[in-house]
């Protein structure tokens, strides 16, 4: 039986581990390849990377820490942050990234997913979604969530899919940083209305989050960063749980 | 042991590369058809497009090279797809090496499938010291079904053929080089196949 994935996030900046709350503040909590072996070793079923750095030479810096993951670890991560072209793309697989996660690049240039899709295959193509609620509408934003746009969020994720994208991962700005569990009425739309599998991520608090946004979201994974960070809760004691909720997990 | 892993430009070839790195083996790239037919281990690795995949196999010759190799052959992933008889993406004629013909997945369920799966009904020594129903990681659209040259079975929308076997050649749908232990325990055991 095909299971629900636990991944954790990390957030990058100039090589080094970071985590956002609200997509501010950021606070340093490691080496990123370190952190990843861990992971892998606890039992994580897969890894993203995300890169937040805005320096010139982020390029060459991402690439040389994504070469230095694929060597190390054996479970598949994805690696986002930044990335506009097939250039950007080509050079991150060919240094040992499995999958790539594109976000404002698409927005502003939706073909962009099929040009992708076409040259790598669905496979290694997710599209990240931010958005929040406007007037009771969800809207995507730009720009590590900062930038509202008119697009709504389930036309957006309609249209990725029909563009070829293998996988959606939709983040909730209104629950990100939170702590108070995943946009799961808004996933479980998603996951219904979408053929392809919704990574859920923002609000992951608690064990009881991921029970919910799996059996009420309808998520085929679960992101989260700072839980997993900070040690608040373990991945291996997290997938048993999940078991014994009756959700088929990698034990 | 001289391994070497087919290098036709289809996707992500470096995390195959590391992964015998992690197991003590250094791993060569190749495209060239005298270095792969002298190697003891051939990896077709494959990932992306079928027919645009198969074109690059067919305009370096090297389509002819695999189907004649007699040494342990191991497809991994498309790789997989390709040495069997067609694939319905892009109408494609693959190598012939499986007789079956694969096909892609309904919309009953999400396509891709995506993460890990288990194996079952294991058949061969590729999975010497591999539990029945241990985890793989697997992405993909279409798929083997069942057929005489199965040696492993995983289950999305109903059975199917995780893994072939016919001769020398083998075929894994999934990723080994991703599947964490389990998929370490597969790459050790096909190097030391007898």
């Known amino acids: 039986m095909l299971t629900k994935r636990i991944i954790p996030c990390l957030d990058i900046k100039d090589g080094r581990t970071v985590k956002g709350i609200n997509f501010v503040d950021l606070r340093d909590a490691g080496d990123p390849v370190e952190l990843a072996q861990m992971y892998a070793n606890e039992g994580a079923d897969e890894l993203v990377f995300l890169d937040i750095s805005a320096t010139e030479e982020r390029r060459k810096t991402l690439a040389d820490l994504v070469k230095r993951v694929a060597e190390k670890v054996n479970i598949p991560f994805t690696v986002g942050g930044g990335i506009s072209s097939i250039k950007d793309v080509d050079v991150l697989l060919h240094n040992g990234a499995d999958k790539v996660s594109i976000n404002s690049s698409a927005v502003k240039n939706p073909e962009l997913i099929n040009e992708l899709v076409a040259k790598f295959g669905s496979q290694c193509i997710v599209v990240a979604i931010d958005a929040k609620q406007i007037n009771g509408e969800w809207k995507v934003h730009l720009v590590g969530g900062k930038v509202p746009t008119e697009i709504e969020l389930f036309e957006w994720a309609k249209e990725v899919e029909e563009r070829g994208a293998g996988e959606i991962l939709f983040t909730s700005m209104d629950h990100d940083g939170t702590k108070n569990g995943f946009a799961n009425e808004t996933l479980a739309r998603l996951s219904t209305e979408r053929n392809i599998p919704i990574i859920a991520s923002g609000g992951a608090g608690n064990m009881q989050h991921f029970i919910d946004t799996f059996k009420d979201g309808k998520a085929d994974a679960a992101l989260a960063a700072s839980v997993f960070h900070f040690k608040e809760m373990e991945i291996k004691d997290l997938k048993k749980k999940l078991q014994d909720n009756g959700i088929p997990v990698r034990l | 042991?001289?391994?070497?892993?087919?290098?036709?430009?289809?996707?992500?070839?470096?995390?195959?590369?590391?992964?015998?790195?992690?197991?003590?083996?250094?791993?060569?790239?190749?495209?060239?058809?005298?270095?792969?037919?002298?190697?003891?281990?051939?990896?077709?690795?494959?990932?992306?497009?079928?027919?645009?995949?198969?074109?690059?196999?067919?305009?370096?010759?090297?389509?002819?090279?695999?189907?004649?190799?007699?040494?342990?052959?191991?497809?991994?992933?498309?790789?997989?797809?390709?040495?069997?008889?067609?694939?319905?993406?892009?109408?494609?004629?693959?190598?012939g090496i499986f007789d079956t013909d694969v096909v892609r997945f309904t919309n009953r369920v999400k396509v891709p499938q995506i993460g890990w799966n288990q194996i079952s009904n294991l058949k061969s020594s590729l999975f010497k010291g591999v539990a029945e129903k241990d985890h793989i990681y697997l992405v993909h659209s279409y798929y083997a079904p069942i057929c005489s040259e199965t040696i492993a079975v995983s289950e999305y929308e109903m059975p199917y053929s995780s893994a072939l076997q016919k001769d020398n050649f083998y075929g894994v749908q999934f990723h080994p080089e991703k599947s964490s232990k389990v998929g370490e325990r597969i790459l050790k055991n096909f190097l030391e196949l007898a």
């Open chain 2, 1 to 95: 042991m001289k391994l070497v892993i087919v290098n036709y430009g289809a996707g992500n070839i470096q995390s195959i590369k590391f992964a015998f790195k992690r197991l003590g083996y250094d791993a060569v790239l190749s495209d060239d058809a005298k270095e792969i037919r002298a190697a003891d281990r051939v990896i077709f690795p494959g990932v992306g497009e079928a027919s645009s995949a198969m074109n690059k196999l067919r305009a370096s010759g090297l389509d002819k090279v695999i189907q004649e190799l007699k040494q342990p052959v191991l497809g991994i992933c498309l790789g997989m797809q390709l040495m069997c008889h067609s694939t319905e993406e892009g109408n494609t004629s693959g190598l």
